[in-house]
């Protein structure tokens, strides 16, 4: 049985998440994503990283150490990344929902946060500059069990109709 994947279109923020994220990439911004460690985020990671890579973006990538930085984008992997990466833009993968300090730390810094991930939301959102997640409020994806990558592959192809839309 074959069945039609979910538009895009019906998650919430990924024309925006497309748009700050071609910018990057027009720009030769440093772009640094930041990965879950689990199997999910790592996928997720290997898709970001070659992904961005595909359109010509300047791409690295921090995987956090769990005993030292804990889970998410916490202000140690925010400072981590900017020391090693020196970054423009932070894009999480498989986390990001619940990391109001992480990207808070980012804004002080001067670094955009682009937060994909699939985790519940909490009773507030961190002031991303964008989050994509199926499970924050008001998104009207029907797929909410889908994974980190998953939301990671919808954003590039987001990305991809962009870039068709400006004729690049």
């Known amino acids: 049985l074959i069945q039609k994947l979910e538009s895009y279109n019906n998650m919430k923020n990924i024309k925006q ?3 700050l994220l071609a910018e990057a990439i027009f720009k030769k911004q440093k772009i ?11 996928t997720a990671c290997a898709i970001a990283v070659r992904g961005i890579r595909m359109f010509g973006g300047n791409r ?22 900017i020391k090693k990466k020196n970054p423009d833009l932070i894009i999480t993968v498989d986390n990001g929902t619940s990391s109001h ?10 670094v955009k946060v682009l937060v994909t991930d699939h985790h519940l939301a909490g009773d507030t959102l961190p002031d ?14 029907k ?10 592959f919808y954003v590039l192809s987001a990305l991809r109709q962009h870039m068709i839309d400006l004729n690049v």
Not at 35 to 40: G, Q, R, T
Not at 60 to 81: K, M, Q
């Open 17 to 19: 998440a497309a748009k």
């Open 128 to 141: 991303a500059d964008c989050i994509v997640n199926p499970n924050q409020p008001g998104c009207e994806f």
């Open 101 to 110: 300090d992480g990207v808070l730390r980012a804004h002080k810094k001067g």
């Open 60 to 81: 690295d990538y921090v995987v956090p150490d769990r005993f030292i930085h804990g889970y998410g984008l916490t202000p140690s992997v925010v400072d981590e990344a």
């Open 32 to 42: 640094c994503v930041v990965a879950d460690y689990d199997v999910d985020g790592a």
């Open 143 to 152: 797929s909410k069990s889908i994974a980190g990558c998953g939301v990671m």
